[in-house]
């Protein structure tokens, strides 16, 4: 059995969640809701009961796991890719332990606290989807609404959810917005929006905020590197909160409920459930390479937009009076160093060395252990007095990559 994992899909049009001007699909610092190890998909088919979508029956999927944010992802692009849409629609639940997820379109380096992740093992994915960075874990509900092309209407999914909360608590003030959010009180985000359109099909992924660990936000959610600059979409903070903010007595299994009914209302459909885990092999062939695809640091980080770095490096040395400054400039391209200058005065260090260490970036991953292990070799070469004022060079210059 696999452990849990997850993500929440950024806002619509690039949005980022958080708090105090942060971005993240985040909340409250209650516990998340107990979920049993292991998998835990809930499946649920709908046969058509009165309505009719493109002249064919509807059947829903309904899906809440627990489990590594790439198999989740990687059950999307199954399900885009294998299930005959025109025929049927799905809605999948599930949720992740804690993860940032960033859209298709953006910059890792640029949305990613890298360090602090790495320090608490939280990791990145990348979605397929465009939009904002969001920051999952157990107290987020992530849904995912597949259906065709033209049944696409990502207003009437988010009716599903709002006249759910609404139906389970009607003292919220809950509004779905132009942008295509969900606000409560008119101000604070709990859900918002990413999507993806293939030639005949669709899905619409959207998170909502139960009880997640806001806290996290604020540390995970800020850019690794000063100084980057890149068209890259760029997340837009907006203040959130947890739905148990605001009604500590809304259950996890209460909400799911509702928001499974409200589905069935909404598309005229009846349901039943079924557990599935997105790794089953023998239940969706092939989903494991488009898991280990999207694991992968190609997808992750080497899918990033052109971009560059032009940042200030302090330079220390045993003497204070002898302290300065260098600047670093890079060019970064599919994840790799394709142009790289270091400028530090000819009297703290010899031009050959700045020289010598900007040659050794070159096609490198932007990365700082590989850029690390890369100057290594530099710094063997070089020894007497000017071997620690190269190592300061190269540990500053290192710590800037994030």
């Keep these: 059995m696999r452990s849990p994992h997850l993500h929440h899909h950024g806002g619509h049009g690039g949005e980022r969640r958080g708090v105090g001007g942060r971005h993240a699909l985040h909340a409250g610092q209650q516990d998340a809701p107990a979920v049993p190890?292991?998998?835990?998909?809930?499946?649920?088919?709908?046969?058509?009961?009165?309505?009719?979508?493109?002249?064919?029956?509807?059947?829903?999927?309904?899906?809440?796991?627990?489990?590594l944010l790439p198999e989740n992802l990687a059950l999307e692009d199954w399900i885009d890719a294998h299930v005959d849409l025109q025929q049927r629609s799905i809605l999948l639940l599930w949720r992740n332990r804690p993860t940032v997820v960033i859209g298709r379109h953006q910059n890792p380096w640029a949305e990613c606290n890298l360090p602090a992740m790495r320090s608490a093992q939280v990791p990145v994915a990348r979605r397929r989807s465009g939009g904002g960075t969001v920051y999952h874990d157990l107290g987020n509900l992530n849904l995912t609404f597949f259906a065709s092309k033209k049944a696409y209407d990502r207003r009437r999914n988010l009716k599903v959810v709002t006249d759910a909360l609404r139906r389970v608590r009607p003292q919220?003030?809950?509004?779905?917005?132009?942008?295509?959010?969900?606000?409560?009180?008119?101000?604070?985000?709990?859900?918002g929006t990413a999507s993806r359109l293939s030639r005949k099909s669709s899905y619409h992924h959207c998170t909502l905020l139960h009880s997640a660990d806001r806290s996290a936000i604020a540390v995970l959610l800020r850019p690794s590197c000063p100084g980057i600059r890149s068209n890259a979409t760029p997340s837009i903070p907006s203040p959130v909160t947890n739905l148990t903010d605001h009604a500590p007595s809304l259950q996890w299994e209460e909400l799911l409920e509702a928001v499974v009914q409200q589905y069935s209302s909404e598309f005229g459909l009846t349901s039943s459930?079924?557990?599935?885990?997105?790794?089953?092999?023998?239940?969706?062939?092939?989903?494991?390479?488009?898991?280990?695809?999207?694991?992968?640091?190609?997808?992750?980080?080497?899918?990033?937009?052109?971009?560059?770095?032009?940042?200030?490096?302090?330079?220390?040395?045993?003497?204070?009076?002898?302290?300065?400054?260098?600047?670093l400039q890079l060019e970064v391209k599919n994840g790799r160093v394709e142009s790289c200058r270091v400028e530090v005065?000819?009297?703290?260090?010899?031009?050959?060395?700045?020289?010598?260490?900007?040659q050794a970036l070159l096609g490198e991953r932007f990365c700082p252990h590989r850029a690390a292990a890369a100057l290594s070799a530099l710094l063997r070469c070089e020894s007497g007095p000017l071997h620690s004022r190269l190592r300061n060079l190269c540990d500053v210059l290192v710590a800037a990559m994030g």
């Design 37 to 67: 190890q292991g998998f835990t998909d809930v499946l649920h088919h709908r046969r058509r009961r009165r309505r009719q979508t493109d002249g064919q029956p509807i059947r829903g999927l309904h899906s809440q796991t627990q489990l």
């Design 273 to 327: 459930s079924q557990c599935v885990d997105p790794a089953d092999e023998a239940l969706f062939p092939g989903v494991g390479s488009m898991e280990a695809e999207l694991r992968g640091w190609q997808w992750t980080f080497g899918k990033t937009p052109k971009f560059s770095v032009e940042t200030q490096l302090e330079l220390r040395d045993e003497r204070p009076a002898a302290r300065c400054s260098a600047q």
């Design 172 to 191: 919220l003030d809950i509004q779905a917005t132009d942008r295509l959010d969900i606000l409560l009180n008119g101000r604070y985000k709990i859900s």
């Design 345 to 358: 005065p000819a009297t703290w260090l010899p031009e050959r060395l700045s020289a010598s260490l900007a």
